[in-house]
């Protein structure tokens, strides 16, 4: 009996020790298995009043080929009067059909009855959140306000039928703007971890620029981009309005012929075509940038002011209630609990339409103001060797990134943002979000160093669809744009030396 007893007593003192050992991780595990809320970018379907699908549209080269004869003559005519207004107008009315149902009215309102179908009732799930559970569907359009209002009624719907008291919360592409405005208005009390993905939360220059009338100009660019893929609404209309005008092309011109008639096109269209699509927008206005929004608001509005008077109270209140505070907003609840990341991307060109397109972007969005304040290099070039000198001497250089374009010390968040090489905007893989989800599991604020499978800056390889650390260039270029040269070959040298021995004394 004795033995018995000593028996029952040892098991149980073992389930105890293992208990010990394996409830801390597993009680952390849940302590952090919260819903993950994820607002999307801004490719929600609009439909009119009558449930016909009107963005993004389709069917635009039927359009132009139904269209041609009218486009020929009227460039006929503009060409032999030099007056482009006259093909201008032929484009208009071509952007005015294309997106007739899109447009907000002038207090930036939906009027027409277009709407986007309202996010499902969210299902109940107690544990194993994914990225995919809860996606916040909205118009794009509209005021980000009024957007942050229902997702704090679809947060709380979350929380209700998971029984929990937070939630992680992605803002991707525009939806960043919406998950600002969210913080803005109702503060982190929901919120455990919120994520900027790719966001425009800080502007971004393609819209900017459309806004501002700041457009450029390179033939061969701009055929290359019109014949692009990119599931993206806002590339739509660009791609749309290329091949309107670009459809000269067809009368064998020459190139610096068909770039002089883009231009000329462009003075009196563009003006016209942003309040025929965008300009009405509260959405869109989110997201242009603070250095040229009031030089967008002159060029959109001009002598119409009072007419788009409350539409300007709008984007107004928004611009300078959170765009412009949006870094000090994080810093303020950061100090109360929240937890922070930014996953940004680089290394793919911006659209070559717009002034400042070679700046380091992932398409759509350009680094500088994705990653809140990264300072970074061109396109296709590096940061000077000075710059990375004075990085050295400030003890800044381990945010300097192994292939020298980037500088993310200069970033609001330089310890929990990180860099994506050669991930395009509207690519959003399986392998980054692996990272979203160690992020989220961390129980404490998670950063570039807490883990070595994640450090700052990572490249996408599209082929293995797989991430590795960024590396160093290999060039032995030696001037302003790549600090190489004779002393990286005395490095690689020893590095390979190195290995050598290393092998040989069987160390791995």
């Given amino acids: 009996m004795k033995n018995t007893f000593k028996r029952v007593l040892s098991l149980v003192l073992a389930l105890i020790m293992i208990a010990a050992v394996f409830v801390p991780s597993f009680s952390a595990a849940s302590a952090n298995d919260l819903p993950i809320v994820y607002v999307i ?62 447009p907000l009215d002038e207090n930036g309102e939906i009027s027409n009855g277009s709407y986007v179908v309202k996010n499902k009732t969210p299902k109940a799930k107690k544990s194993g959140f994914t990225l995919s559970d809860y996606h916040f569907n ?71 620029c459309f806004f501002t009338g700041d457009i450029d100009f390179d033939s061969t660019a701009i055929e290359r981009y019109a014949k692009t893929d990119m599931d993206d609404d806002f590339s739509d209309l660009m791609k749309f309005v290329i091949k309107l005008v670009t459809l000269t092309g067809t009368f064998k011109m020459g190139t610096q012929t068909v770039s002089s008639i883009y231009r000329n096109v462009a003075k009196t269209l563009y003006p016209r075509i942003v309040l025929a699509t965008y300009g009405t927008c509260p959405g869109y206005w989110a997201m242009v940038r603070d250095d040229c929004y009031e030089e967008a608001k002159q060029n959109v509005f001009r002598n119409e002011t009072a007419k788009y008077a409350k539409l300007i ?10 765009f412009q505070k949006i870094p000090a907003l994080l810093k303020k609840y950061q100090k109360q609990g929240l937890k922070i990341a ?41 940061l000077s060797s000075a710059y990375i000198t004075y990085l050295e001497n400030a003890g800044k250089d381990k945010y300097l990134s192994p292939d020298l374009i980037v500088d993310a010390s200069s970033c609001a968040f330089p310890d929990y943002t990180w860099f994506v090489k050669d991930l395009a905007h509207e690519t959003f893989p399986a392998a980054v979000d692996k990272l979203i989800m160690q992020i989220f599991a961390s129980k404490t604020q998670y950063t570039v ?36 040269g004779f002393s990286a070959k005395i490095l690689a040298f020893f590095g390979v030396f190195i290995q050598i021995i290393r092998t040989l004394l069987g160390i791995k």
């Fill in 41 to 102: 970018g801004k490719n929600s379907t609009i439909y009119n009043k009558d449930g016909e699908k009107i963005h993004p549209s389709i069917g635009v080269d039927k359009l132009i080929d139904k269209n041609k004869e009218m486009l020929t003559a009227a460039f006929g005519l503009s060409l032999t009067n030099n007056d482009w207004s006259i093909y201008s107008d032929a484009i208009y009315k071509l952007v005015l059909q294309k997106y007739k149902d899109f």
């Fill in 138 to 208: 909205y118009d794009s359009r509209i005021d980000p306000f009024v957007n942050a209002k229902k997702l704090n009624t679809y947060i709380n719907k979350v929380l209700s039928v998971t029984g929990k008291k937070k939630v992680q919360l992605v803002g991707r592409c525009m939806g960043g703007t919406i998950v600002s405005a969210y913080l803005y208005k109702y503060g982190c009390e929901k919120i455990d971890t919120l994520l900027y993905y790719a966001a425009a939360s800080q502007g971004v220059i393609p819209i900017s």
């Fill in 313 to 322: 109270e709008k984007i107004d209140k928004y611009h300078t209630k959170v």
């Fill in 342 to 382: 930014n996953i940004s991307k680089y290394n793919k060109a911006l659209p070559p339409l717009f002034v400042n397109c070679l700046k380091q972007a992932d398409n759509m969005v350009e680094l500088e103001t994705a990653s809140m304040g990264a300072t970074c290099a061109d396109m296709e070039k590096t």
């Fill in 449 to 484: 160093t807490s883990s070595s499978k994640y450090p700052q800056f990572l490249r996408f390889d599209s082929s293995t669809r797989k991430l590795s650390a960024v590396k160093r260039p290999d060039t032995t270029k030696d001037d302003d744009t790549n600090p190489t």
